[in-house]
Structures are given as C-alpha cells and as structure tokens.
C-alpha cells in the first residue's frame, strides 16, 4: 500500500469507531467498544508466524463506568486529532500527544502510559499501525555495531549507505524510529549473527574487546526493554540477513521478560507480534544455573522480583522446560546477578570464555 | 476523696505541710516543670469558672504567662468572677484544705480545697516569692489586694502587705504567681489546655497571653450560662462505712432519725424510721454513739429498704447544641466535613453518684488519616490532660468496634484510626478520679458502660453520615458520566461522522435508571436556605412522596412553592410530588428563618410510594416514622441498583483489568 492509500485506510478505520459510538447513542444503548483482552492469559501461539499473539478473549469498555466513559471520550478526541493530522500532513510524537490532550476537557490523560495505551488500542481495533495515525514514538532505538551495511534515506530524501562498523563512532550507528524500506535498506553483511545486549556497559564492554570483529557479530545495544523499531530491527536482519540473533541480559525476570519481548511477542503489542518478534532468537544472558556455575556476584531478590517470577511461571511463553527449570531454580536460590558480574574474571572473560562457551553450545560459534 | 480530705486535715497538725506537699508532689500534678505550669493554670482557671457559675456570671477570664529567667515564669490569672471577701482571702489561697467544695455534692470542677492553695505553695517553695491576690466584690468601690506566703509549719497564711487599690472592674478576682517552670507546646500544653476548656465552656471567653508571640482569644460561642447546679447530700445508695461513721460523729443533728433524714438524700422521716427499726438501732440514739456494729447494720438496712433513685436535676450537662457550638468554635480551622449531632445520655448514678454522660465526633476535613484519632476529655467541663490510657473514658472507646461505624481499628479493639476527634464528657456530682491529681477517671462499670453507649449512639450518627455521603459520591460520579461525558462523546462523535447531535435521553436513563435526589443547605443572613433536587433518570416518568424532618412552623410561607400534603408533629412534613417526567429535573425550595445555624445543620430527607432500587440519594422513609429504629440500626440497605446493573451486564471490564501487561519493570 501506498502512503496516502495507508493513511485513507486508517480515516476509514477511525471514523468507523466514531460511526459505531454514534450510531449505540443514538439508539439509545449505553455506548461501548469490544477490544480484545491485552492480559497473558489471553495471548495464544500462533503456529504459523512462530510468536505470541492475542486470543479471543474481549474486553468491554462501556460509558456505563467512569472509566470507561472517559476512555469512549478521549478516543473521540484522538480520532479528532489524528484525522486532522493525517489531513494536514502533520504528524507528532507520542509524547506531543499525550500534552496536546491538556486541551482535552474532561479527558485529559493523567500519564503517558495511558495516552501510549490508546493508541495501541486503536492499532489493535483498526488493524493499522500507529504510524498510520501519524504517531511516532519519541524515543530513538539502539545502537548498532557490526560489519553491515545499509542505506538510509535520510530527511532530505538522499540515500546514505552506512557501514555500522567504519562509518559510525565508538557508539556505533543509532536506529531511527522508521526502520521500515522506505526508509532503511539491507546492502551487505559480513557478519555470522547478531548478538542483543540489555545494558550499555555491556555493549561497551564488547566493542571495547571488539568482540563484533573477533566473532564476526552485530552488537545491538538494546536499552533495557527494546523499543518496537529496535525489535523490528532485529526481525529484519534476521530475515533478510538471514543473521541467527541471541540475546545477552543480564540474569533477573525482568531480562526474561527482555528476551521474551524479542523472540516471543511482548504481551502488550501481541497484536502486532507477527512484524516484530524473532521467534528463532536464543537466550545467551544470565541464568540461575549461571550463577551457580560461574559461582557469579549476586543480589538478592526482591518482593517485586520474587513476584515477577513468580508470574512468569503462568505466562504461556515461558512453559517451556528450559525456562521452568531457570525461573524455579532462582527462586529456590533467591538471587539475581548482572551480567557485569562476569567482570569477576577479568575485563576479557566475557569475551574470552563466557560468549564462546554459550555461543559454541549454541553452535553459532564454532 | 472527701474522706481522704478529712484524714489529710487530721493530720496537718502532726506533719509540716511542705513535708505533705513534697510527698505528694506527683498526685498534685506538681511532678515536672512543664506539669506544674499547666497545673497552676487548671487550678486557677477552674476556680475563675467555678465561682462565676456559682454566681451566674458570664466568664471573662486573662491567663497571661512571662517567662523571668531560664526556669523562672510569672503567671497571671484574673476574672470577672463575684470576687472573695477580705476576710477569706488568705484562707482561700494560702491554706491547704480550705474550700467551699468539699462537704458537698455539687457538680463542680473544685473538689478538695487544695487546688489554689498547692500553687502558691509551689510558687513559694520554688522561688521563694509571694503570692498577689486582688479581688472586688460588687458591694465595694475599691479592690482588696495583699501578698500572701503560707507558713509551712502551721498550715496558715501570712500576710506580708495589704492594701485597697483601685480597680476598674466591677468584681473579680486577679492572682499573681512567680514559680519554676517550663513553657512547651504539644499535646500537652497550656494552650491545649485552654482550648479543651473553650471547647466544653462555650459560655467562657478565654483571653491567653503566651510568653512569646501574640495574645489568643477564644470568643465565647454562646451566652447562656450554665444554669447553677444544686449540691446535692448523698444518697445511702453506695455510701461506705467509715463515711457513715464520719458523718455520724460530726453532724449536728441530736437524733439518728434527723441525722438520716438530713443528711442524705431521699430519706424521709418515714423511711429513716424504717431504716432505725430494720437495723435495730433506736431511732432516738445520739448519732455520736454509733458503733461500728451499728453502722454496719444501719448500711444493710439501707440496702433493703427502698429508697428513690438520687435526684439528677443537681446535674448541668453540656447539652448537645452547645457542645456542638463549642466544638465549631474552638476547632473552626480543622475545617470538618462533618460534626456528628452530639449525644447527651440520660442521667444514671453510680455508688449514689448521679452521673450524666456526653458525646460528640468531629469527622474529616483537615484531620489526619492516617493516625490515631484523637480523644478529648472532660470532666465536669474541665479537660483531662494526663494519664490518658488509664482513663476509663479511653478504655470505653478502645472495647467499640469502630470498624462498624466506618473508622479503622485493627482487630476491632483499641484506639481507632481515622481523620475524627473524639470527646467525652463526664458529669457528676461526684467525679471518680483514679488519683487526687484528677486526671484519670477510675474504671467503674456502670459509667464505662455508658460511655460506651453514648460513643455507639454518636457514632452510629456519623455512619449514616459516611453512608449517605458515599452513596451521594456515588451518583455524583453517574451524574458526571451523564452530565459531561456522554453529551460530548455524542457531540464529538457527530462532528466525525458529519451526522447532527444524538438524542442521548434513552443512553443517559439506561446508564442512571435512578431517580437521584439531591439536597442542600446553606445559611446567610439569618435564613437557612433548603434546596432538594429531584433529577428523573429513569426512562418513565414519575410520582412519589417526599418526607423531611423539618420545623415547620419555622417555614417562611412565601419561600414555599409547593405546599405539603401533611405535616405530623410540627415537624414530620410530606409533599406529593406528582409528577416529574423522564430526564426532568424537579425543585423543591425554602427558606427557615429564626434558627441559628446550628440548630439546622443537615437535611433529613426520605422518600416513599417508589422502589428503593431505584433512587439514590436519600432513605425511603420507614414505616409509619419508624425514624429511631433507622437511626439504631444505622445500616444503610445496599445499593441494589449497583448490584442489579453489575449482573446484567457480563462483559469484562477491558480498563479494570488486574493484571499488569507491562513486560518492564
Ligand atoms: N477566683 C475565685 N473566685 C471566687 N472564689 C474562689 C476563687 N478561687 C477560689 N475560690 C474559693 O476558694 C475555695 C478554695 O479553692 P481551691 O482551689 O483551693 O479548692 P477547691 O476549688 O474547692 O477544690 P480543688 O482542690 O479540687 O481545686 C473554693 O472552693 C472557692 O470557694
Ligand atoms: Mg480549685
């Protein structure tokens, strides 16, 4: 589909919500949309795109409560908003949004998360993509170091090619918001996989021992829980690359999670799992054998770690043996460690030992 | 306590009174430097009341407190009260045990004849300073004034200086006092002091000037003084032994039947006849003869004989408008949500005591959540400063469970949480104090028990309050919806699909299907202005009656537009609404005129002849004015209308959902 035809499709979309809340006014029902439930016990595997998404289950918001009515409100300021957008050929960050609805009256968000929240309601309603409502995030994604090249075309419409490794500075090349072809192009790779990093310290730790040369790797600092671009990032080069991609946490439920995000569909954007998630992706980071094995520095876990654990042992996407087993033995440990807590053997065992044993297993590293 | 009074005035010949004062320092309320300051200004401050009670005067009293040197204060104490002849002066202030209070039974806040004298002792013995007293009686022109020291050994006063001075004051009394000290804030405090005095004294202006900074005045909040209370004798109901034998050996009478019938109350010469033949002891004897045997026999004859209840008209309660006054006056700035109506229980007696307990609850506003409430008590109008866990007041209000009266209490026992004030007051003839330094009252049953049954009565009127104020809350929320929310979703709505605006009456009746009632006081210019809405939110229309409790002859005609169906007991009034149609609002309006504000505070609002269900706002009225038995009970029925919408409707709440989908921490 073409730009303009996206955007059309998305008009027709949104005044179609704002005809259905019109047409249960008047007919004097209490007004209400069916969205489907964006909880864990209601994402399914899908078989075929190997990731998570979400099941039947529906939820109601209804002006029958508070809440509700206030949601049905503001969803109609927002339909407001993004047709006039899309008609003035504008567009505006997500956070611009979120103080655009001061102006709101009786629909104000009261944080951004809630503001970030509706628009992801209303990609999952209409079947479009945020960027379709001309929203973006304001957030940019990683940070990038490896022998790739791509082409960017950048504000001006002038195509960049850009080598990730010799054209870019020790912080490597940083991903725009729009990772889509129209804006960045694959050119050529000499690189043997791709390796997912949680923390900064880490990437740097790597590009310091110049592991992405040694290894023949791309390292992607992820920055904590990876923003949609970086996921769709890593799902592109997967693809077209045909690049094998791990991911190296730290050892905590909220790296699982991480992980989980990249190879399984984060629960929050199972709509939309399909386009970003890379089901083939491998767990490399810190895990309780870990721990034991390297006998690692750790901290103990908290209430919040204990009860994030413990969700994680009722979240479909972490049934498998593999992670039974991990989650279960750190409870039964009650400790976590980073993955800085290899620094315990020197500057170089992570690079020297650590990646090489897990990625040899792994079969990536021979 | 009178008969410890009468073994401490034995012995004063045998001990020196420094010796008897330093011994008792700590029952004296002398124990620290900050306790005796505020001791020294209960005992003057309570005199000042206490004799301007007895003489019908409307308080105006100065507490003023100079700080001299590190420990050193000087107190002044003054007050418009009657004043004290010259001849008693000294006695009265520099002579332990030396008082107008107690041989009697009176409702007073002086009970021993100590208070006054205790301090211009301390004074003396910390500072080695006189004491000055001024004082004018209304017969003459001019004040009697004299610095006064106590000499120890003898238990009597020395005069150092004596004068007449004038004084522009037509009567009253001015003490003067140099003592070791310490002046803080805080819970317990002066200031804390006074302001639970103003509380329980609204008749009282209380003028207090701090050692630094400004002068505070508690306005008086009513000019009503307390009508005089009457000493009572003591009724044989609870009289002890040694008591009897002590009255017996000091009375006047010549025969045990006057002695009887004089000395306690409600013992006729027919019933102290009674009382002689049942205890074999001739009705003729001497009672200075009465042995030990006899007296015994006299006190189960007593017993067994009937005897009247005591009299109770020697009591003067606050009453509940003025405790309310008081309440509002000293606790304006707490900005409270809400003053619960206060109780004041019928008298009952203990040991031959008459006693009388009240209540009030101040709720919400500015007070604290989040900690314990705080407790104020009185007794007999002077406020209870120390020994708070040792009062049976306290103990009364930790055995109810708070939880029901919507408070917080973990396990149901023990001091509640909550943004409220408690206060207690207890009045009586007879004041049960744990020790002499008055600040406990001891743990009798019968007046736990009635404490206990003044806090439920009080407390179950500030539960109605927080029911009715939640259920309002909870309309207020479906009036937001319908008012403000649906007409601008439908507005927006129209403006994206290019379509003119929605008739919304059928959307805004499914989502409300109540009628909602609405009602308002507010008080200007002498007027009390009542306004009830009623809104129609159901998709029919409808008639019902609506019923207030409201003085009727204190209507002003021509505010009242719609005129009653029927009004009961000048106060019990029904309209017939008739007729208000689907998504209509109705009004009904007027004025009261010739109430002061507190006497009109909240709206009583009822309904009847319409389901329940299907109004929020107000009560249906109970059967036949049945409104007691609302009040006992107290439990509110449950918003069927909220649960009956919850079950119709299956859908999950897609905005409620527990779990957190957030993959972040
Ligand atoms: N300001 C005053 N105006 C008039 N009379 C007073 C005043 N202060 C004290 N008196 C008289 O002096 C008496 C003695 O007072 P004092 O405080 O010593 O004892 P009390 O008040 O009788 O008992 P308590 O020891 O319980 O205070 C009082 O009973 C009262 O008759
Ligand atoms: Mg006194």
Redesign the pocket.
């Known amino acids: 589909m073409k730009n303009s035809e996206r955007h059309q499709n998305a008009v027709d979309k949104l005044t179609g919500i704002a005809q259905e809340v019109y047409d249960q006014l008047d007919g004097g029902k209490i007004p209400k949309m069916m969205i489907p439930l964006r909880t864990k016990s209601n994402i399914r595997f899908d078989s075929k795109a190997a990731v998570w998404k979400y099941g039947k289950a529906m939820g109601a918001r209804s002006a029958k409560k508070l809440t509700g009515a206030q949601m049905l409100l503001r969803t109609m300021y927002m339909l407001e908003f993004i047709e006039d957008m899309i008609k003035d050929s504008k567009s505006s960050t997500l956070r611009e949004m979120y103080y655009i609805s001061e102006g709101w009256p009786k629909a104000k968000f009261s944080a951004q998360d809630e503001s970030n929240m509706l628009a992801e309601d209303l990609e999952i309603i209409t079947g479009c993509m945020r960027e379709d409502f001309k929203l973006r995030p304001e957030e940019d994604g990683a940070r990038v170091m490896g022998n790739i090249t791509i082409q960017e075309t950048d504000r001006k419409g002038k195509k960049k090619k850009i080598n990730c490794r010799d054209d870019v500075g020790d912080s490597g090349y940083g991903v725009p918001y729009n990772v889509e072809k129209e804006k960045i192009e694959f050119v050529d790779s000499d690189a043997d996989f791709i390796i997912a990093i949680e923390t900064g310290g880490m990437f740097d730790r790597l590009v310091e021992n110049k592991f992405d040369e040694d290894a023949h790797a791309v390292v992607v600092h992820l920055k904590g829980q990876p923003a949609r671009s970086t996921r769709r990032f890593i799902k592109r080069l997967n693809e077209e690359m045909k690049l094998p991609v791990v991911t190296f946490t730290d050892g905590d439920p909220w790296s699982f999670r991480i992980h989980a995000s990249i190879a399984y569909g984060a629960i929050k954007t199972a709509h939309i799992s399909e386009y970003l998630a890379t089901p083939t992706a491998e767990f490399v980071g810190i895990t309780a054998s870990d721990i034991l094995n390297y006998e690692l520095p750790t901290d103990k876990l908290n209430d919040k770690d204990i009860q994030a654990l413990n969700a994680e042992k009722t979240d479909p996407r972490f049934k498998d043996e593999f992670w039974k087993h991990e989650i279960d033995l750190m409870l039964e440990i009650g400790k976590k460690a980073e993955q800085q807590a290899l620094a315990k053997y020197g500057l170089d065992y992570v690079t020297d030992t650590y990646l090489p044993e897990k990625l040899g297993q792994l079969g990536i590293l021979k | 306590m009178a008969s410890i009074a009468h073994e401490l005035a034995k012995n004063q010949k045998e001990i020196s009174v420094s010796e008897f004062f330093e011994k008792n320092k700590q029952i004296l309320g002398f124990d620290s430097l900050t306790r005796a300051l505020i001791t020294s200004v209960k005992?003057?401050v309570?005199?000042?009341l206490?004799?301007c009670e007895?003489a019908s005067i409307l308080p105006e009293i100065l507490v003023k407190i100079e700080k001299m040197d590190n420990t050193e204060y000087k107190l002044t104490e003054e007050?418009n009260?009657?004043?004290?002849v010259k001849a008693?002066v000294p006695n009265?202030?520099a002579r332990?045990l030396?008082?107008?209070?107690?041989h009697t039974r009176a409702q007073?806040?002086?009970?021993?004849?100590?208070?006054?004298?205790?301090v211009v002792m301390y004074s003396q013995l910390t500072t080695g300073k006189a004491a000055t007293v001024r004082?004018k009686i209304s017969d003459e022109d001019t004040a009697y004034e004299c610095d006064l020291i106590l000499d120890t050994k003898k238990n009597r006063p020395e005069r150092l200086r004596e004068d007449r001075v004038i004084w522009d004051r037509e009567h009253g009394?001015s003490?003067q006092v140099h003592l070791k000290g310490k002046y803080m804030g805080g819970k317990q405090s002066v200031f804390e002091y006074l302001k639970g005095t103003a509380i329980v004294n609204p008749h009282a202006k209380i003028t207090f000037v701090p050692p630094e900074g400004v002068p505070i005045v508690f306005e008086r909040a009513s000019d009503q003084v307390p009508p005089p209370t009457k000493p009572v004798m003591p009724h044989p109901e609870g009289v002890e032994l040694g008591e009897l034998l002590s009255m017996a050996k000091y009375t006047e009478s010549l025969k045990m039947t006057s002695f009887l019938s004089s000395e306690f109350s409600r013992i006729s010469n027919r019933v102290a006849k009674e009382v002689c033949e049942l205890a074999g002891v001739p009705p003729e004897q001497r009672p200075t003869k009465l042995t030990l045997e006899q007296a015994g026999a006299v006190l189960e004859a007593m017993k067994k004989v009937r005897i009247m209840a005591p009299e109770t008209d020697c009591l003067s309660p606050i009453g509940e408008t003025l405790i309310r006054k008081g309440l509002k006056n000293v606790l304006g700035d707490v900005k409270a949500e809400f003053y619960a109506p206060p109780i004041t229980r019928e008298p009952k007696v203990f040991a031959g005591n008459p006693f009388i307990v009240e209540v009030g609850i101040v709720y919400g506003g500015e007070l604290s959540k989040e900690e314990p409430v705080q407790i104020l008590r009185f007794a007999n109008r002077v406020p209870l400063m120390y020994q708070q866990g040792a009062c049976a007041t306290t103990q009364a209000i930790e055995n109810v469970d708070w939880r029901r009266y919507g408070l917080e209490q973990r396990g149901g026992h023990g001091i509640p949480f909550g943004p409220a004030i408690i206060m207690v007051h207890l009045a009586s003839t007879k004041i049960p104090f744990t020790s002499e330094s008055?600040e406990a009252v001891a743990n009798i049953p019968e007046i736990k028990e009635e404490i206990e049954l003044a806090l439920k009565a009080c407390a179950r009127r500030l539960k109605t309050h927080l029911n009715k104020a939640e259920k309002k809350s909870k309309a207020k929320v479906k009036f937001e919806i319908v008012q403000d929310i649906i007409p601008m979703i439908a507005e927006k709505s129209a403006k994206i699909v290019g379509k003119p605006v929605p008739e919304l009456s059928g959307t805004i009746t499914k989502i409300m299907n109540v009628v909602w009632i609405d009602d308002e006081v507010s008080y200007e210019k002498k007027r009390h202005h009542v306004l009830v809405r009623i809104y129609n939110y159901t998709p029919k229309s409808q008639g019902f009656h609506l019923h207030m409790v409201v003085p009727f002859d204190k209507i002003d005609p021509k505010s009242l537009e719609l005129q009653p169906l029927e009004v009961r007991d000048g106060n019990k009034v029904t309209w017939d609404i008739k007729r208000v149609s689907s998504t209509e609002e109705f009004q009904l309006k007027f004025d009261l005129t010739g109430l002061s504000q507190e006497e009109y505070g909240e709206n009583e609002v009822y309904v009847s002849g319409i389901d329940a269900a299907s109004v929020i706002g107000v009560d249906v009225l109970p059967g036949d004015w049945d409104l007691e038995h609302l009040k006992i009970t107290g439990e509110l029925p449950v918003d069927e209308g909220a649960a009956a919408e919850e079950g119709e409707e299956e859908d999950v709440d897609y905005d409620e959902g527990a779990e957190v989908i957030k993959d972040e921490e």
Do not use: C, H, W
């Not at chain 2, 009260?81 to 004290?84: A, E, L, V």
């Not at chain 2, 030396?98 to 107690?102: A, E, K, L, T, V």
């Open positions: 005992e003057t309570d005199n000042s206490d004799a007895d007050d009260g009657p004043g004290i008693q009265v202030f332990l030396y008082g107008s209070r107690f007073r806040r002086g009970q021993q004849g100590i208070g006054v004298s205790a004082s009394t003490i008055k």
